[in-house]
T-cell receptor, first 111, second 113 residues
Framework: EDQVTQSPEALRLQEGESSSLNCSYTVSGLRGLFWYRQDPGKGPEFLFT???AGEEKEKERLKATLTKKESFLHITAPKPEDSATYLCAVRGGTGGFKTIFGAGTRLFVKA | EAGVVQSPRYKIIEKKQPVAFWCNPISGHNTLYWYLQNLGQGPELLIRYENEEAVDDSQLPKDRFSAERLKGVDSTLKIQPAELGDSAVYLC???????????FGPGTRLTVT
């Protein structure tokens, strides 16, 4: 069964305390893995697309990596404004058109 | 460039009443998605349009949900009649042809009482 599992469900960090969020997936015919940020009361905001194992993408304090079974979102020296829910999604399945989201990791960064 | 526009932002209705949500995608985006998001969960796809054609509606509860995308631009999602379990945020997203990157609107929060 195609599925996406994110861990931890919630993560509390002190400002400047680096950490990583995990996204484990099982999907046939992966077409892409996506990371989104979602603030309360808003729609998800696109961050990264990763297409193949070994690929990495960076944006400010965020770095996303991909293996054949999971992806990590590394947050370096986070700031309070990085507090949000981070969603992982995969595209694949029969025909490659199915998009499946994980439940997200809620990140809290305290000053 | 304007993002995905959705209205209304909030809607409160009684069960068994009808409700409709409207979405205007980013200009030039031919693919449009409707998702349902429950509290603490990720979005779940309801229907995907390529231009005006619904190419994936396998997760749409067709006994009470319907959708249309006239002229391949704006889209409307309707529920009739609404049930208590339909309370959720309904998200619209769009993407360029050939791209998997989806851009989301702010969503409509539906409360069914």
């Amino acid at each position: 069964e195609d599925q996406v599992t994110q861990s931890p469900e919630a993560l509390r960090l002190q400002e400047g305390e680096s950490s990583s969020l995990n996204c484990s997936y099982t999907v046939s015919g992966l077409r892409g893995l996506f990371w989104y940020r979602q603030d309360p009361g808003k729609g998800p905001e696109f961050l990264f697309t990763l297409y193949s194992a070994g690929e990495e993408k960076e944006k400010e304090r965020l770095k996303a990596t991909l293996t054949k079974k999971e992806s990590f979102l590394h947050i370096t020296a986070p700031k309070p404004e990085d507090s949000a829910t981070y969603l992982c999604a995969v595209r694949g399945g029969t025909g490659g058109f199915k998009t499946i989201f994980g439940a997200g990791t809620r990140l809290f960064v305290k000053a | 460039e304007a993002g995905v526009v959705q209205s209304p932002r909030y809607k409160i209705i009684e069960k068994k009443q009808p409700v409709a949500f409207w979405c205007n995608p980013i200009s030039g985006h031919n693919t449009l998605y409707w998702y349902l998001q429950n509290l603490g969960q990720g979005p779940e796809l309801l229907i995907r349009y390529e231009n005006e054609e619904a190419v994936d509606d396998s997760q749409l509860p067709k006994d009470r949900f319907s959708a249309e995308r006239l002229k391949g631009v704006d889209s409307t999602l309707k529920i009739q009649p609404a049930e208590l379990g339909d309370s959720a945020v309904y998200l619209c997203a769009s993407s360029l042809e050939g791209s998997y990157e989806q851009y989301f609107g702010p969503g409509t929060r539906l409360t069914v009482t």
